[in-house]
């Protein structure tokens, strides 16, 4: 027996400004069961997470020693985060019929290699997605790289609408009962929702013409913690605003990942200002406290089963060829939320 499968695969590396038709290709192959090795499974994908740190992996400026996780190379699967239902195994731990979270690759059918899968998946497989790695970005930043407790009076958070972003603000305010939650933001829209919905006592929009001194009006007491998930000038503008011993937690640079050559926007100011406030700057990938995976996920589950953290999610329906139009999506800002694709058949 065999499955037919249509799966996307890097072209070609790209530089700065995404092409996906450059970029992409769409081949068929055939899946043959008999051809299944012990603790592989074959399984049908029926939901791709669209993460900011996918298209890191196949800009062709990449540094390979340099980074977390090998890149995508010319020729190879294009990879993500998902859901899919197995269909065929040769692991005893997954049955057919399983729902499972784990790495997956852009396709209708694929097969899973051993250690891809995570956990099999309980209740909504959107909410796995949106817990999984944006949620465990916002609680690990808080709870151990910015190490936030209810003393911190003042946090800003970047993107603060976007999938890491909303749950950030909502444990900040709801969980560690911070005092002062800015939100930072791409539409008067979004921040409506961040001030309503997601936690923020204030929401700036960053496309303003008086976003400098909305954000200097926002933070008159300075900032404890600053979560940044972007990069550029609202980082620039943060560290000019940061408290003595402020930490700052990079979690995502969203701004440069489309745009390499992107002139920087830390001035020699901020520079000054890390020194004479001896500001700490720490990055991190959630997959170094893997360890942890268990209690976070386990936290996250329950403040959301009691209303103390709504997850945010967008999700849209696509064929397997429309795809990669996913990445287009999430680095123009069209999503409030976690974007997830929803694989549906072709019409």
């Not at 970029?23 to 592989?40: A, H, I, M």
């Not at 209708?108 to 995570?118: A, M």
């Not at 999610?313 to 429309?322: G, I, L, S």
Request: aromatic residues 8%; charged residues 25%; contains cysteine.
């Amino acid at each position: 027996m065999s499955y037919t499968a249509k799966q996307w695969m890097v072209k070609e590396q790209t530089g700065d400004h995404l092409d996906i038709d450059k970029t992409f290709e769409l081949v068929t192959k055939q899946l043959n069961v008999g051809d299944l090795k012990e603790g592989e499974v074959i399984a049908k994908i029926t939901y791709i997470s669209n993460d900011p740190a996918q298209r890191a992996w196949i800009h062709k400026k990449n540094i390979e020693r340099r980074l977390y996780r090998p890149p995508i190379r010319d020729g190879e699967p294009m990879e993500a985060f998902g859901v899919s239902e197995i269909v065929e195994s040769r692991n005893p731990e997954y049955q057919k019929g399983d729902q499972v979270f784990g790495n997956i690759f852009w396709a209708d059918y694929c097969i899973l290699p051993v250690g891809s899968i995570v956990m099999k998946v309980p209740g909504d497989p959107t909410d796995i997605i949106t817990l999984g790695i944006s949620g465990l970005a916002a609680y690990f930043g808080l709870m151990n790289v910015g190490a936030v407790t209810p003393k911190d009076q003042t946090i800003v958070v970047s993107s603060a609408a976007g999938s890491t972003g909303s749950i950030t603000c909502q444990i900040a305010k709801n969980i560690l009962g911070i005092k002062h939650v800015v939100g930072v933001a791409g539409s008067d829209a979004k921040c409506e929702r961040l001030t309503k919905e997601f936690g923020c006592d204030v929401a700036l929009n960053y496309k303003s013409p008086t976003f400098k001194q909305d954000f200097e009006a926002a933070t008159p007491d300075d900032i404890d913690v600053f979560m940044d998930n972007t990069a550029g000038e609202v980082t620039d503008l943060a560290l000019m605003r940061m408290k003595d011993f402020g930490r700052v937690v990079i979690s995502g640079a969203i701004s440069y990942y489309d745009e390499y050559d992107k002139k920087g926007d830390i001035s020699r100011g901020s520079w000054m200002q890390i020194i004479c406030h001896k500001i700490r700057i720490e990055g991190f990938i959630v997959f170094q406290f893997a360890e942890q995976f268990a209690k976070a996920l386990g936290d996250l589950g329950l403040w959301a089963q009691e209303g103390k953290v709504k997850l945010v999610k967008q999700v849209w329906d696509a064929k397997v060829e429309d795809v990669p139009k996913g990445m287009q999506k999430l680095l123009r800002g069209e999503n409030t939320g976690k974007l997830i694709t929803k694989l549906v058949a072709g019409r």
